[in-house]
């Protein structure tokens, strides 16, 4: 009888091996003892090093390419949700190979053929993959704020300056200071373009800077004390290159196209839409002072899309509503199931704090009583320095493990599911009893485009609301597992079919 084949796919980022202790080699040791115990023998190994937040991976590409071109393996073993994507785009591509998914710390095994509650599931655990890794985007962004609030530049110097590593702080470059302080100057006097400018630099100076770039380095405050970032302007902390004064004689000399005005009057979906004949956006205009028109805005010529009132336009985008709709038994299954998530990760962190708890105390025990035993004479000193030496490495070791932040799964992350299934249970109920300013306001919690023409709207749905919306349309949710509303039975996941 020809064994069983599998292939297994480990991954860390390098960030999360060096902060939250995850191990290539504990993943693999798990997946090749759990492929043994299900009588599967590993054909090929998958070891990645890469965030999982984005599509490319090398090794996920390699193991998608070997799936295809080797039929007889169809099942893939990988830890956990979050080890195999982060991203839908890549959900997509495993539907694709028609394979069996065996998640072997989530207890399921996700194939095509499982119940439409479970697919969900799955789609909401890559969601909630993807959100951990936008949380973190976005600490990162308030961390670089504060550093900007504080004076400091987060980013990389501009030509002129340079990073200290060190000090993570900015200082005037001992060459290129001169150059970008003669840029100015020259600049100033009146007598250049930008593109004069760089051929000038470039014949006294050595040194290439291109029309763009000059441009972008007199636009810079930075180079007169201030940075901005994120819109916002703050003192820094850096010296300045050039006076206030030579800053904003260079502005005045430079042209400033000026921003296009819009009326008083405001139009609640404007930009929302977009033709769906040439992807133009959809303006509106106000008649007579009274009456609100939409069409297109002829970017790239005539156009065949007609004039819509906004009452139409209304009427039409609440039709898209209509179809986010979760049934409540199925929304509280899938809220169950991520608590159930939640309290076992959370029940594992705990565990693994009470271990290192453990661990320190010991460690310290052996050091206390190691060095009575020095003193009393029992042990020779070389010994005792070395064997402290190994004692403190490793209670430092322990004590950098506590100190990292556990990445537990909280209420208000459950919260946050279940206002999204409260907001598709009555997103069109809301939407019919709002103005439109209030109407535009909903529906750009769950559309991120929409096209239209003469009859029929092509709405984009933000995540999970696609999700939902696919299964509503596919009737997922109907299917005859789910028509008795009672809790399934246990067995294996699936991936979304």
């Not at 009146?190 to 291109?210: C, E, F, N, P, Q």
Request: charged share 30%.
């Amino acid at each position: 009888m020809t064994p069983r084949t599998a292939v297994l796919y480990a991954r860390v980022s390098s960030r999360e091996q060096q902060q939250e202790g995850y191990s290539i080699e504990a993943q693999v040791k798990l997946l090749r003892a759990s492929a043994a115990k299900d009588g599967f023998q590993i054909a090929r190994e998958f070891i990645e090093v890469e965030s999982a937040k984005a599509t490319g991976r090398k090794q996920f590409g390699e193991m998608v390419t070997f799936l295809k071109r080797n039929r007889s393996c169809q099942d893939l073993y990988v830890e956990k949700t979050d080890r195999l994507t982060r991203n839908l785009r890549d959900v997509v591509t495993i539907e694709d190979l028609d394979i069996s998914v065996h998640l072997v710390k989530e207890g399921e095994i996700l194939s095509k053929t499982s119940r439409s509650h479970q697919k969900f599931i799955f789609d909401i655990r890559v969601a909630m993959a993807r959100n951990y890794t936008e949380n973190q985007r976005e600490e990162v962004g308030k961390g670089m704020v504060e550093k900007a609030a504080q004076g400091g530049l987060p980013g990389l110097a501009p030509f002129g300056y340079r990073n200290i590593p060190a000090t993570r702080t900015v200082e005037i470059h001992p060459e290129k200071g001169h150059v970008a302080r003669y840029v100015f100057e020259t600049y100033a006097t009146g007598k250049h373009s930008v593109l004069s400018l760089s051929k000038d630099v470039k014949a006294r100076w050595g040194t290439y800077i291109s029309k763009a770039n000059i441009h972008t380095m007199l636009n810079n405050p930075f180079y007169m004390g201030l940075v901005v970032f994120r819109g916002q302007t703050y003192q820094g902390v850096h010296k300045p290159l050039v006076s206030h004064e030579l800053w904003s004689k260079c502005q005045n000399l430079m042209h400033v196209p000026n921003r296009p005005k819009y009326g008083k009057r405001e139009i609640a979906f404007r930009g929302m839409l977009h033709c769906a004949h040439d992807g133009c956006t959809v303006t509106g205009d106000v008649k007579k002072q009274k009456y609100v028109y939409y069409t297109c805005s002829h970017g790239r010529g005539p156009c065949e899309l007609p004039r819509f009132r906004e009452e139409e336009i209304v009427q039409r985008l609440g039709s898209v509503l209509k179809n986010v709709y979760v049934p409540p038994e199925v929304a509280a299954r899938i809220v169950q199931a991520l608590e159930q998530d939640a309290a076992q990760k959370n029940k594992t962190a705990s565990a693994e704090r009470v271990r290192l708890e453990r661990e320190l105390k010991t460690l310290e025990a052996r050091i206390d009583q190691a060095y009575s035993d020095k003193v009393d004479g029992l042990i020779p000193m070389d010994l005792w320095q070395r064997k402290n030496s190994e004692w403190q490495a490793e209670i430092s070791r322990v004590k950098a493990q506590m100190a990292t932040p556990v990445k537990e799964e909280t209420a208000s992350r459950i919260q946050d599911v279940r206002r999204i299934f409260e907001l598709a249970e009555s997103a069109y109920s809301l939407y019919v009893t709002r103005n439109p300013a209030e109407q535009a306001d909903l529906l750009r919690n769950v559309l991120s485009n929409c096209s239209i023409d003469a009859v029929s709207l092509y709405p984009t749905y933000r995540k999970p609301f696609d999700m939902i919306v696919r299964r509503a349309r596919n009737k997922e949710w109907s299917g005859r597992e789910d028509s008795n509303l009672r809790p399934p039975a246990p067995e294996a996941g699936a991936l979304p079919g």
